[in-house]
C-alpha cells in the first residue's frame, strides 16, 4: 500500500509539469495580453511594463523561470492586475475562505444526502421516501445560481435574518446561505445515488440471509449494507470533494466571500497569467491527491480491492 | 501670473466653521448646512472589483483611484462641482507662457505618521511615475501633463533625476513644461501625481501599502484589507484638515454583480450602488429621494474602420451619415438604459467643462427627418434592395452593449435593408481585435481623464493610439494642436466638432450619467462633479 502511495505521488510530479506546460500554452495563445487595456498603453510603457515582470523574455524562459521559482523558493509570481499582491498572497488569502465554506458544504451535502437516500431506500414507497426523493428532485433543479438569489431575497431583503453577502471571517451568518448554495444540488445527487445503491443492496442475497437469519434491521443497515452502498457514493464524492473545497465561483462572486473561485475567473478574464497558473497548479494538485485518497477510501470498503 | 482664487476663502470659511469648539468631535449638526448629523458616521459603498493597487503610481482602475484619492492628496483637489480647490498646495503661479508652474505648499500638512509633508515628497513620487523600473501603467500621463523630460525618461533615454520637477525649498515646488499648458493645474488631482512617503516604501517595499505598513497624507488611512471583499479607510487624524471632516470611517464592499449590490442597498447594506440598466424608472418611481442621475464626463460611440484593413462601404461618407442618422438614439437612452443618458450627436458631452455643444445638422433633424435622409444618401452610395449594405459590428460581452447592437442592426435593417452580423467578443479578444483594426464597426467608450474637451477629441487626431478606427483629417489635428495653447479654445473645438459631424468617423450614441442609488441620509455627494472626483471628506451621514 504505501508503496503505492509513494508511486502515486511520484507520477503526480511530472503530471503537474505536464499540466503547467498546457496552461502556459494555452494562457499565451488566448488573444489579448494581461495589459491590454480599453486605453491602449503606448509602446515604450507596455515595453517598460513587460520588462518588468519578465514578459519581453522567450516563451521558455518565462516557463523555465517560473517553474524554478516554484522549486527553489515555491513563489508562484507576482500579479498583473493586483500589483500590491503576488499569487501566494492571493492564494494564502483566498484558499482559505473557500476551503471554510467548501467543508461545510461538503459536510452538509454528504450527510443530509447520504442519511436521505439511506432512510428512502429503507423506507421504500412510503411517504418518507416520496418526500426525499421529490426533495432531491426540486434541490436538482435550483443550481445556486437560481437558489442563492432567492435565499437572499428571503433572509435577506424579507426577513432580514442574514447578511446578503460578504465573509468577515466567515462568521455563522456569512456562512449559512454560501453553504446552503453550494450544498443543495450535491446533497440532491448523492440522496438518490445513495438511495438506489441502496436499494440495489438490500435486494441481494447476502442480505436476504442476513434477515433470514433473524439479525435486527438496524443490524442489517449498519453492518452488512452500509459499506457496499457507499461503494458509489464514494467515487461521487471524491470529485465533489476537489470541487467544493476549491469553491464555486458563483457563489464567491454572489457572496464576495473573497474566495479563490473569484480571483481563479478573474485572473483567466485579465490574463493574469501568474495567478492562473497558481490556482490551476492548486487545483491540480488537490485534484491528484483526493483522487488518491478516493482510491484508498475503496479499498478500504471492498476487501476485493488490493494495491 | 499668481493663482489665488476664490475658492481660499470659501475652503477657509468652511474649513474654520468646522473646526469650531461647537463642531469638533459632537457631530450634532453639519457646520455649513446646520443639517442633524447621525452618531455613526460610516459610509458603504460597493466597489465594482478589487482594485489593482493603493500605490499612488502603479494604480489603474477606477476602483483603486476612488480609494487613492481618500488615502492620499494631491497639490490640489476638487470641490463638488469639479472646481479646482486647494489640496497640499494653497495655490500657484504660472509664467506668462504657462510652461513653468510654482506650487507653494502648505505648512503644517503631515504624513499619517506625523511626519511633514515637504516639495521633495512629489518630486520623489512624480519622479517613481516616469521610472520605467517602476513601470507604472500611467506613466504616459506626465508625458500628457508636457513635463520636460518625461518622455526620454520613460523611454530610458535619461535618469528621472531630469524630471524637470524640482523642489525649491520644503514648501515651494517648480515644474517646467515642454509647451504652454493653460489647464496644468487640474491635471495634478489625478492620483498618479501624488505624493509617497519614501522611508515607508523604502523600509517595505513592495509591502508598503499593506495595512499597518502604509503611510499617507490624505483624509483617511487604509486599515482593513480583504481582497475581493472588503477594504476600510478610517479618519486620518494628522490630516491638515482633519477637524472638518465628518465621516469617520469608508467602506468599500466588492461586489461584482450590479443587481446582488441593489438587493444589498435594498437591504441596507450599502449607502450607494449603481442602478442597472433598464431600472432607474422603477426605482425613482418606489425610491425618489434615493435614486438619482446626473451627467458623467464619458461617451459611447461605434466607430468605423477607416483603417486600410476597413471596409471599403465605409469610405464613402455617404455611408457613414446614413448609418449614423438612421440609429434612434432616443429608443436606446429611454428604452434599453432609461438612466437619463442624454443622446449624443456630438464626440465631446455637453457636461465637459468650457465646452459649448456646437450646433450640427444631425441634432436639430426630427428623426423621420433623419431616417429620410439616411435612405436617400445610402441609394446615393448604390446600395438599395437589389444591393444590400453588408457588415459586421463587434462589442464586447456585456448585456447592455448586446441590447443596444441589436437594437442598432434592428433600426438599420428596418429602414435601410441593411444586413449587420453581429459579434459578442470577451473583452481581451475584443480590444486586441479593435486594436489590430480587425473590425468594420465596433464599439467604443471613453470616460475623460480630465475636464476638457481635448481628453475627448485628442482621441480622433492621426497620431493618437486611442484612434482605433485611424480617422485622420489634417485640419482637425491641426485644430486640436492649436487648443493645447490657446487660451479661447471653443471656436477650435466646435470646428472639430462639425467636421467631425459631416466626416462621421464615429456614431455619437449617447453620453453616459452617473445612475446611482444614494441612500437619503447620505449628504454631500458630488452630483455636479461630472468627473465623479468624491472625497469621503466631503460627505457626510444625516439623522434619521
Known amino acids: ?307 | 501670473m499668481k493663482h489665488a482664487p476664490s475658492f481660499s476663502m470659501a475652503a477657509l470659511l468652511a474649513t474654520t466653521i468646522a473646526a469650531s469648539p461647537l463642531w469638533a468631535g459632537s457631530h450634532a449638526t453639519h457646520p455649513a448646512t446646520g443639517e442633524a448629523l447621525a452618531d455613526d458616521q460610516t459610509f458603504t459603498y460597493r466597489q465594482l472589483d478589487e482594485f489593482s493597487s493603493v500605490d499612488p503610481q502603479v494604480v489603474e482602475d477606477v476602483s483603486g483611484a476612488e480609494v487613492v484619492r481618500d488615502l492620499f492628496e494631491g497639490l490640489m483637489n476638487q470641490d463638488a462641482d469639479g472646481n479646482l480647490v486647494p489640496g497640499v498646495a494653497t495655490g500657484f503661479e504660472a509664467n506668462d507662457a504657462n510652461d513653468v508652474y510654482t506650487f507653494t505648499l502648505r505648512q503644517g500638512a503631515k504624513w499619517s505618521n506625523g511626519d511633514p509633508i515637504t516639495a521633495h515628497d512629489f518630486v520623489y513620487g512624480w519622479q517613481r511615475a516616469v521610472d520605467p523600473a517602476l513601470a507604472s501603467p500611467y506613466s504616459w500621463y506626465m508625458e500628457l501633463m508636457s513635463i520636460r523630460n518625461a518622455k526620454e525618461i520613460i523611454a530610458g533615454d535619461k535618469p528621472i533625476t531630469d524630471l524637470a520637477i524640482e523642489a525649491i525649498d520644503d514648501h515651494t515646488l517648480r515644474v517646467h513644461l515642454t509647451g504652454s499648458l493653460p489647464y496644468f493645474a487640474t491635471m495634478t488631482t489625478h492620483g498618479t501625481t501624488f505624493p509617497v512617503h519614501r522611508a515607508t516604501i523604502e523600509a517595505h517595499g513592495a509591502e508598503w501599502t499593506k495595512p499597518g505598513n502604509i503611510v499617507s497624507n490624505g483624509a483617511y488611512v487604509l486599515s482593513e484589507h480583504i481582497p475581493n471583499e472588503r477594504s476600510v479607510r478610517v479618519r486620518n487624524e494628522m490630516y491638515w484638515n482633519n477637524d472638518a471632516t465628518i465621516i469617520d470611517k469608508t467602506v468599500a464592499l466588492v461586489i461584482n454583480d450590479e443587481n446582488t449590490a441593489l438587493t444589498r442597498y435594498m437591504a441596507g447594506e450599502l449607502d450607494r450602488t449603481e442602478v442597472p440598466a433598464g431600472q432607474f424608472p422603477r426605482l425613482k418611481q418606489e425610491h425618489p429621494d434615493e435614486a438619482i442621475s446626473f451627467p458623467r464626463l464619458c461617451n459611447y460611440y461605434y466607430t468605423f474602420n477607416l483603417s486600410d484593413n476597413g471596409p471599403e462601404e465605409f469610405k464613402d461618407v455617404n455611408v457613414r451619415q446614413a448609418l449614423a442618422l438612421a440609429v434612434d438614439r432616443r429608443i436606446i437612452t429611454e428604452n434599453i438604459l432609461a438612466g437619463g443618458q442624454p443622446q449624443a450627436f456630438t464626440f465631446t458631452p455637453a457636461a465637459t467643462a468650457g465646452f459649448e455643444v456646437p450646433d450640427v445638422a444631425i441634432a436639430s433633424m426630427t428623426q423621420a427627418e433623419r431616417d429620410a435622409k439616411a435612405r436617400e444618401l445610402l441609394a446615393a452610395a448604390g446600395y438599395g434592395p437589389g444591393n444590400p449594405l453588408k457588415f459586421s459590428m463587434i462589442y464586447n460581452t456585456a448585456e447592455n452593449h448586446k441590447k443596444i447592437a441589436v437594437a442598432m442592426s434592428q433600426m438599420w435593417k428596418q429602414k435601410l435593408g441593411v444586413e449587420v452580423e453581429l459579434g459578442n467578443l470577451e473583452w481581451k479578444i475584443f480590444l486586441e481585435t479593435r486594436e489590430n483594426q480587425d473590425f468594420e464597426l465596433a464599439r467604443g467608450a471613453w470616460c475623460g481623464d480630465y475636464n476638457e474637451a481635448s481628453t475627448f477629441l485628442d482621441l480622433i487626431t492621426t497620431p493618437s493610439g486611442y484612434n482605433d478606427g485611424k480617422y485622420s483629417n489634417a485640419r482637425v489635428d491641426e485644430l486640436i494642436l492649436a487648443a493645447r495653447t490657446s487660451t479661447d479654445t471653443q471656436p477650435l473645438y466646435t470646428e472639430v466638432e462639425q467636421i467631425l459631424a459631416e466626416e462621421m468617423p464615429v456614431i455619437p450614441i449617447y453620453h453616459n450619467a452617473g445612475v446611482y442609488m444614494i441612500d437619503e441620509d447620505v449628504g454631500g455627494w458630488p452630483v455636479d462633479n461630472v468627473e465623479q472626483n468624491w472625497y469621503s471628506r466631503d460627505l457626510y451621514k444625516l439623522a434619521k
Request: proline share 6%.
Open chain 1, 1 to 307: 500500500m504505501l508503496g503505492y502511495i509513494i508511486r502515486r505521488l511520484l507520477v503526480a510530479i511530472p503530471t503537474l509539469l505536464i499540466l503547467i506546460v498546457i496552461c502556459f500554452l494555452l494562457m499565451h495563445s488566448a488573444p489579448g495580453g494581461p495589459f491590454t487595456s480599453e486605453r491602449p498603453l503606448p509602446p515604450q510603457v507596455l515595453a517598460n511594463i513587460e520588462a518588468k515582470y519578465g514578459l519581453d523574455q522567450p516563451f521558455w524562459k518565462q516557463m523555465w523561470d517560473y517553474v524554478w521559482g516554484i522549486v527553489t523558493r515555491f513563489d508562484f509570481g507576482p500579479s498583473f492586475a493586483y500589483k500590491d499582491r503576488n499569487v501566494n498572497d492571493i492564494i494564502a488569502q483566498g484558499f482559505p475562505v473557500t476551503l471554510t465554506y467548501g467543508l461545510w458544504s461538503f459536510v452538509v451535502a454528504s450527510t443530509i444526502g447520504i442519511s436521505l437516500g439511506i432512510a428512502a431506500a429503507i423506507r421504500h414507497n412510503t411517504w418518507l421516501d416520496f418526500f426525499a426523493v421529490g426533495l432531491s428532485f426540486t434541490a436538482q433543479a435550483l443550481p445556486n445560481f437560481v437558489l442563492a438569489p432567492i435565499l437572499v431575497i428571503i433572509f435577506t431583503l424579507w426577513l432580514g435574518l442574514l447578511p446578503g453577502g460578504g465573509w468577515y471571517g466567515g462568521q455563522w451568518q456569512y456562512l449559512i446561505m454560501p453553504v446552503i448554495a453550494l450544498s443543495t444540488s450535491y446533497m440532491a445527487s448523492i440522496a438518490r445515488i445513495t438511495r438506489s445503491s441502496m436499494l440495489e443492496v438490500l435486494n441481494t442475497n447476502y442480505i436476504r440471509t442476513a434477515r433470514a437469519k433473524g439479525l435486527p434491521t438496524r443490524t442489517v443497515i449498519w453492518r452488512h449494507a452500509l459499506k457496499p452502498t457507499l461503494m458509489p457514493v464514494i467515487s461521487y464524492l471524491g470529485p465533489v470533494f476537489v470541487y467544493v473545497i476549491t469553491g464555486s465561483v458563483f457563489v464567491d462572486l454572489y457572496f464576495s466571500t473573497g474566495g479563490l473561485g473569484q480571483s481563479y475567473v478573474n485572473s483567466a478574464l485579465s490574463r493574469d497569467y501568474a495567478v492562473l497558473l497558481g490556482v490551476t497548479i492548486l487545483y491540480g494538485a488537490l485534484t491528484i491527491v483526493f483522487n488518491l485518497i478516493t482510491d484508498l477510501a475503496y479499498a478500504w470498503l471492498d476487501p476485493k480491492i488490493r494495491y
